[in-house]
């Protein structure tokens, strides 16, 4: 699965509009939950190779479920 995508979907989610691209950084800062907020900001990094794997993703909402 693309992480990108992925902390895209997850941001709208959060914040109930749809994700703009030039406005990410500005409506990650309405996601009220700070872990959740770091987990987007991780997955939308412009640079593929900064972003977590699947695995980590999955790794992380498990932890933070428990």
Do not use: W
Not at 3 to 23: T, W
Not at 48 to 62: K, Q
Request: hydrophobic content about 40%.
């Amino acid at each position: 699965m693309d992480v990108y995508s992925f902390g895209l979907l997850l941001l709208e989610m959060c914040i109930r509009e749809y994700p703009v691209p030039d406005q990410l950084a500005d409506q990650i800062k309405h996601v009220l939950c700070p872990r959740l907020k770091e987990l987007i900001r991780c997955c939308v990094q412009q640079v593929p190779e900064r972003r977590p794997g699947m695995n980590e993703v999955i790794e992380f909402l498990t932890q933070l479920m428990e």
